[in-house]
């Protein structure tokens, strides 16, 4: 009820036992046609130095999120505020998107969905440009599940960077209105989806590099339209180069 409200909860402690609702007088957002992925992030996603998955370890994430940074002593996700949001995922409703290297957790988000809505609450990174790589995945994923609002609720430097943009709060009461319903697919359906879609694409750009084999036994040694030089497919799309690539597109 408060999402769909507009507000959002928050604790002045770890430890803290209280809860106080926080309706920002302006809110932070990125619209979803409007993310701004830049050269260097794009690079990071082709070269596929991470693997990024869907709610495989929400808990892991929050309590990544919840952890002091630098010089920060405490944090506002309160032990309640985080049992909350582990039921509320429980229930279908909270999502994480996690990034990994190797076996370590190295990144990764965490935030609510409902309606056309993902209301993203905090991220956090232990290596370089993960936490770009979790929001860039996310915007992919919503953009596939047909959502409409993506919030992010203060703004930062950060936020701006990737194509953020600040609104009086009655402006995102108005972009809250508009998003309801349900959308086309789940976050984490969408997810699932996008890894098919690029599995078919790695197939077609594997096909084509085989049909232009083929068709270069006069030695001339040309690559093929697709750009694969071997029947293989080695260098089909990946999952990141995918996610990339739709990113710019639509961009």
């Keep these: 009820m408060a999402y769909r409200s507009g507000i959002f909860p928050m604790a002045e402690g770890r430890d803290d036992e209280e809860i106080f609702w926080v309706e920002p007088r302006e809110r932070a957002i990125i619209p979803l046609d409007g993310f701004r992925c830049s050269k260097s992030l794009r690079k990071v996603l082709r070269q596929d130095i991470y693997r990024v998955t869907c709610d495989e370890a929400f808990e892991k994430v929050i309590s990544a999120c919840a952890a002091p940074r630098g010089d920060e002593d405490g944090s506002w996700i309160s032990t309640r505020i985080q049992a909350s949001y582990l039921a509320l995922h429980k229930r279908g409703y909270a999502h994480s998107i996690e990034v990994w290297r190797g076996d370590d957790l190295v990144g990764g988000l965490y935030g609510v969905s409902f309606d056309q809505v993902f209301c993203g609450e905090s991220m956090f990174s232990r290596a370089d440009n993960a936490s770009k790589v979790a929001l860039a995945w996310l915007v992919a994923i919503l953009r596939k599940s047909g959502a409409r609002l993506l919030d992010c609720q203060f703004m930062t430097e950060h936020l701006a960077s990737m194509g953020a943009v600040a609104l009086q709060q009655e402006r995102y009461l108005q972009l809250l209105e508009k998003a309801r319903g349900a959308p086309d697919m789940s976050v984490p359906e969408a997810y699932w989806a996008l890894l098919a879609d690029s599995a078919s694409a790695a197939g077609s750009v594997a096909g ?44």
Excluded at 231 to 249: E, H, N, R, Y
Aim: charged share 10%; proline share 5%.
């Design 208 to 251: 084509a590099g085989a049909a232009g084999a083929a068709g270069a036994a006069d030695g001339a040694g040309e690559a093929s339209a697709s750009g694969v030089s071997s029947v293989d497919g080695s260098a089909a799309p990946s999952p990141g180069k995918f996610i990339a690539q739709s990113l710019t597109q639509t961009s």
